[in-house]
């Protein structure tokens, strides 16, 4: 079945690209000496999505979680790191919080757990305090601005949010960035472009 041959995917993924280092877990990037923080977050939105009443990932996702607090620069992760070492990129990547945001909030629903509530809130608070302007623009970083990504844009998550932080915020997030996808798409294809800015 389809569900059958996802997981065993993300059987081949986690043989593949997952590493612990004692309370430690990282996602192998394309150059697997290193780390992205982007990686940190889809690891950790794949362990909350595939645990069920028969295996759980709770482990797993608490190790990916323990590697970006432990590689976090004002509260959110310095977006490359060398395996389990030091910082070879430095600055948070809004793409990245947004997911491990977003995996927290779910993991606080999959595992019925508060502390990951109060991890999602807290992430969620500093992601909007410096990953995102006033209006609810998303910056690309909370060291980059004012380029845009049309692909950091996530309205299934900004929704999500809402149950976590100022809701009202996210709200305008939602309209301001969507938004900016219309405004940036492209007039034949309807595609937003890779990159741009606010003109």
């Known amino acids: ?29 394309d150059e697997k000496q290193y780390t992205v923080s982007e990686g940190i977050g889809y690891g950790m939105i794949l362990c909350v999505y595939f645990s069920s009443n028969t295996k759980s990932y709770q482990s797993q996702f608490d190790k990916l979680w323990s590697y970006y607090q432990a590689h976090s620069n004002n509260g959110v992760m310095d977006w490359k790191i060398s395996g389990f070492g030091g910082t070879v990129g430095s600055g948070g990547a809004t793409d990245a919080e947004e997911d491990v945001a977003f995996a927290l909030a779910m993991a606080y629903y999959q595992f019925g757990d508060n502390k990951y509530k109060t991890a999602a809130s807290t992430l969620i608070a500093k992601m909007r305090q410096s990953e995102f302007a006033s209006d609810g623009r998303h910056k690309v ?17 900004y929704e999500i949010y ?38």
């Open 1 to 29: 079945t389809a569900s059958t041959m996802l997981l065993n995917q993300f059987e081949t993924y986690l043989k593949d690209y997952y590493e612990e280092n004692g309370s430690q877990a990282r996602i192998k990037f």
């Open 141 to 157: 970083g909370n060291q980059w601005d004012p380029y845009l990504n049309p692909s950091y844009v996530s309205p299934a998550a």
């Open 162 to 199: 809402k149950e976590f932080d100022d809701a009202s915020f996210w709200s305008k997030a939602i309209s301001t960035n969507y938004n900016i996808l219309l405004k940036n798409r492209n007039s034949s294809t309807g595609i937003p472009s890779g990159w741009a800015d606010m003109n």
